[in-house]
């Protein structure tokens, strides 16, 4: 390793979590709470876990992350990318295993916005023909 911590941000939809990554034990926190505390379904938790997993870095390294916005699924998503983006800092070897399964790519999907004169961004108001 080049350095000893590494400090990355990830977005998804309107989630955002900042990730500070050291050597450790496997620790993580999210907001000052354990990952089984803050991740309520074990498939946020896989979701957020992946970049580790896939480069068999679980036990590796602890993770102290802060997230805000958007809801818990956008915040793992989040959580994915800022994780992986980190451990290519302090390992840029590992970036041929997490590009080709996706994981540094950010997910641009958006809320589209409402349009004036109709009730959402596509549906409109009922049509009357008389």
């Keep these: 390793m080049t350095q000893e911590t590494a400090i990355k941000s990830g977005r998804r939809r309107t989630a955002v979590a900042s990730v500070k990554l050291t050597p450790g034990n496997g620790e993580i926190t999210i907001n000052g709470r354990p990952i089984e505390d803050y991740f309520n379904t074990p498939t946020q938790r896989t979701v957020a876990l992946q970049p ?13 992350a802060k997230t805000k916005g958007g809801g818990l699924v956008g915040q793992a998503g989040a959580l994915s990318l800022a994780i992986a983006r980190s451990l290519i800092t302090l ?19 958006m809320k589209e ?18």
């Design 113 to 130: 916005r409402k349009k004036s004169g109709q009730p959402g961004a596509r549906k409109r108001f009922q049509f009357s023909k008389r």
């Design 52 to 64: 580790l997993v896939a480069t068999e870095n679980l036990k590796k390294f602890n993770i102290e």
């Design 91 to 109: 390992q840029p070897e590992l970036r041929t295993v997490l590009k080709p399964k996706g994981l540094l790519t950010r997910d641009p999907r």
